[in-house]
């Protein structure tokens, strides 16, 4: 959020959040389950070009499912397919972000299917949160499980976990042979105080916000941990990213890597946390850990 406009915002909420905290705080986790500042790719670019000319080959449908629709794109191998990867891309990005590990993926021999999150891209919505993301999926894999694989940057990490676990009670689980994470939070309680704290919430405030978040989830935020999602799935699972990351503290990836034996950490130093979606190297780490 601009600082301009947060110097306007937070007075204001504030104020709110004393005179009416229920209110200001379910609007306050409204805002924050809405992707505001869209990534753009550059066009003029020659990777974008090169995006465009794979995405072109893809085979593009709609699935609905109960609250929208979700767009979905599917990238079938030259050669008899290894299985089918799919691919979850970060908040505010869409499936062509991952369009390197895509690209990967297909050179290995697997099939891909990358869809826009709701909210997102193509998709439909104004908001993405934990049951809208696990339903959407759920309509969009009905057929195609099982997995061999799930790739997820960002906040699709978060939610590829939580599938995995059967985080929300009233939607299937979500189970890949294996799972890799991308520059993932471990847990979204902490995001959500930060953001309330942005925003100038009172205490009765930050707790309609959490209060929110049990009402539409079923499960308190405290209990969305990526650690606790990736020891209950037992999933082979490789934890990627950069120790330079300004958005998500590498901290956040050791504590997602302490889930077990099962997790390992690998880290890109000096790709940040979208400039880690280009390499070349995080792309063949993937995939080779994929066929492992």
């Not at 847990?187 to 100038?200: A, E, H, I, N």
Request: charged residues 20%; contains cysteine; glycine residues 10%.
């Amino acid at each position: 959020m601009a600082q301009v406009a947060l110097k306007v915002i937070r007075p204001l909420v504030k104020a709110s959040s004393f005179l009416s905290p229920g209110l200001t705080g379910r609007l306050a986790f409204r805002l924050f389950c809405t992707p505001i500042g869209r990534t753009r790719p550059n066009r003029q670019s020659a990777n974008f070009k090169r995006t465009e000319a794979l995405f072109a080959k893809a085979r593009v449908q709609t699935v609905s499912y109960g609250c929208g629709f979700v767009r979905s794109f599917t990238f079938e191998p030259d050669s008899p397919s290894r299985g089918t990867v799919l691919m979850l891309h970060g908040w505010t990005g869409e499936a062509i972000t991952m369009a390197g590990f895509i690209e990967t993926m297909l050179e290995r021999g697997f099939r891909v299917i990358a869809p826009d999150l709701p909210a997102h891209g193509g998709s439909s919505g104004r908001q993405l949160t934990f049951p809208l993301a696990m339903q959407a999926l759920n309509a969009l894999l009905r057929t195609e499980k099982p997995l061999a694989g799930i790739v997820a940057h960002s906040f699709g990490g978060s939610i590829g976990m939580a599938a995995m676990a059967g985080g929300i009670a009233a939607v299937p689980a979500i189970v890949p042979r294996r799972f890799v994470s991308i520059a993932a939070p471990s847990t979204m309680q902490v995001y959500g105080r930060q953001f309330s704290d942005m925003l100038g919430l009172t205490r009765r405030g930050h707790r309609a916000f959490e209060d929110k978040v049990l009402r539409i989830a079923g499960r308190p935020m405290e209990s969305f941990s990526g650690r606790e999602f990736l020891a209950q799935s037992r999933v082979p699972s490789l934890i990627i990213h950069a120790q330079d990351d300004k958005e998500i503290p590498f901290s956040d990836a050791e504590d997602l890597a302490s889930a077990g034996e099962h997790v390992r950490l690998m880290s890109a130093k000096g790709h940040g946390h979208r400039r880690i979606l280009l390499s070349k190297d995080v792309h063949a780490a993937t995939a080779d850990f994929l066929e492992s």
